[in-house]
């Protein structure tokens, strides 16, 4: 059992990738960043003695400290905030007892796009469907939860990236976009590390719905239908993507927790 104000990675995981997910900070010393420079997913680094920085980030949600051990400098950090009157925990045994765990992610820090204004920025073409949906629901669940996308004109998309140092995805001929038979979804998977049971599973479905192959999977027909109505429903497309992130928090704790749940009438009939 954890202590009073400390989190177990395993308790960690069931949060991370829904919308209840804490705040995480990682203030781990750049000598112990550099032996290990991965991310727990969704989290984001600040110095361990910048307390007013971590304060401000954190605002008034509740937040878990990570440093490399789960010891001292994490133990302080939580010590101080939660004297302040912030709702924190540490993780116990750092990051070292996270990525000792068989099925824990982590996510390589080269592979994040440089931040603009704090947090990563990206832009693709405007009237989403799915993968222009899919994606920003899986970067800001567990990648930058304060991601901001930019959705514009195909013709236009070039030009903000490189006006506006954003970060264009699935796009023809980007770097975050469909490769051969996979889509801009399976790509952020691969970049980021993030092969876990439920995402691949999500991503099945996923790539089935946005390339139009039915057969790999019967969920696909659904999330088409889902996603044509979100599009007609919503002339904004952030108001969209608002509406989309729930349509994904759902599909995701149906990947991790209920695929395998059925449904019939009478209730029990095919037990």
């Known amino acids: 059992m ?9 308790q960690l995981t069931r949060l991370i990738g829904t919308p209840t997910a804490p705040v995480l900070v990682d203030i781990r010393t750049d000598a112990d960043f550099d032996d ?16 007013d920085g971590i304060r401000q980030r954190i605002g008034d949600q509740p937040c878990v400290i990570i440093c490399q051990r789960g010891k001292k400098l994490s133990q302080g950090a939580v010590s101080w905030l939660r004297g302040q009157g912030h709702q924190a925990e540490y993780l116990e045994g750092g990051q070292y007892a996270w990525r000792d765990l068989p099925d824990a992610p982590m996510v390589p820090f080269a592979a994040l796009p440089a931040p603009a204004q704090g947090s990563t920025l990206w832009v693709t073409r405007h009237r989403p ?3 222009r949906i899919a994606c920003p629901w899986l970067i800001r669940r567990f990648v930058d939860p ?3 996308f930019l959705f514009v004109a195909p013709a236009e998309v070039q030009g903000v990236a490189d006006h506006f140092n954003a ?18 979804f399976d790509t ?16 099945q479905i996923i790539r089935a719905a946005d390339t139009n192959r039915h057969d790999l999977a019967p969920e696909a027909a659904g999330l088409l239908a ?26 995701y ?19």
């Open 36 to 51: 290990d420079p991965r991310l727990i997913p969704g989290s984001f680094r600040l110095p361990f003695d910048d307390l």
């Open 167 to 184: 970060t264009p995805f699935d796009v023809e001929n980007t770097f975050w976009s469909h490769r051969g038979d996979a889509c801009t």
């Open 226 to 251: 889902l996603s044509v109505g979100l599009s007609r429903q919503y002339r904004d497309d952030h108001a969209q993507l608002e509406a989309g992130m729930h349509l994904y928090d759902a599909l």
């Open 146 to 148: 304060q991601a901001r």
């Open 129 to 131: 469907k799915i993968d």
């Open 188 to 203: 952020m998977l691969d970049e980021f590390s993030l092969h876990i049971p439920a995402l691949d599973r999500l991503a």
């Open 2 to 10: 954890a202590a009073a104000n400390a989190i177990t990675p395993r």
């Open 253 to 271: 704790r149906w990947a991790r927790d209920g695929f395998d749940e059925t449904h019939d009438w009478p209730a029990g009939h095919g037990a």
